[in-house]
C-alpha cells in the first residue's frame, strides 16, 4: 500500500489590519487640535452693552406700562401709583410693561411683580435702544 498522503495547507489569507481603530485615533486628534487651537484664538472683546432708560414722551410705550423710578416711585401710564395699588389698577388687564433702570437690584423687581393679584400676569420689560450720540 501506498502511503497515504495528507492535503496541502490552505494559503492562509493576509491579515488586514482595523482600520477603525485608526480613525478613531485621527478623529479624536482632530477634536483635540480643534480644541486647543480654539482657545487660542482671540475673540473680539465689545462686552455686554446693558440697556439705558431715558426720559420719553409716555405716548410711545406700549399700554399699560409701569415705570420704576430710581428713587422707586411707580407710575402707570403717566399716573402715579403706590405699590399696594397694583393689582388693583391691573384688574382686566393681562400684560403689564415694565420700564426699569438697568441698575436697579433684580430683586427689587421680582419684589414688585410678585405681588399677590397679579400671578395671571404677563410681565414685559421695556427697554430702549439708545443710538450713539443721541
Do not use: C, W, Y
Not at 8 to 37: G, Q
Not at 59 to 65: A, C, E, G, I, S
Not at 111 to 129: A, F, S, W
Request: hydrophobic letters at 45%.
Amino acid at each position: 500500500m501506498a502511503p497515504r498522503r495528507r492535503p496541502l495547507p490552505r494559503p492562509r489569507e493576509p491579515i488586514r489590519p482595523d482600520v477603525s481603530l485608526f480613525i478613531v485615533n485621527i478623529v479624536l486628534l482632530l477634536i483635540l487640535f480643534f480644541l486647543a487651537t480654539g482657545s487660542l484664538v482671540s475673540t473680539p472683546d465689545e462686552g455686554v452693552r446693558i440697556s439705558e432708560t431715558r426720559d420719553l414722551p409716555i405716548d410711545q410705550l406700549p399700554k399699560p406700562v409701569l415705570i420704576v423710578e430710581e428713587d422707586g416711585r411707580l407710575t402707570l401710564d403717566g399716573a402715579e401709583l403706590a405699590v399696594e395699588g397694583l393689582p388693583q389698577a391691573m384688574v382686566g388687564h393681562s400684560v403689564l410693561h415694565v420700564l426699569i433702570d438697568r441698575t436697579a437690584p433684580a430683586l427689587d423687581l421680582l419684589k414688585l411683580v410678585n405681588r399677590p393679584g397679579m400671578e395671571n400676569l404677563d410681565i414685559r420689560l421695556v427697554t430702549i435702544h439708545r443710538r450713539e450720540g443721541t
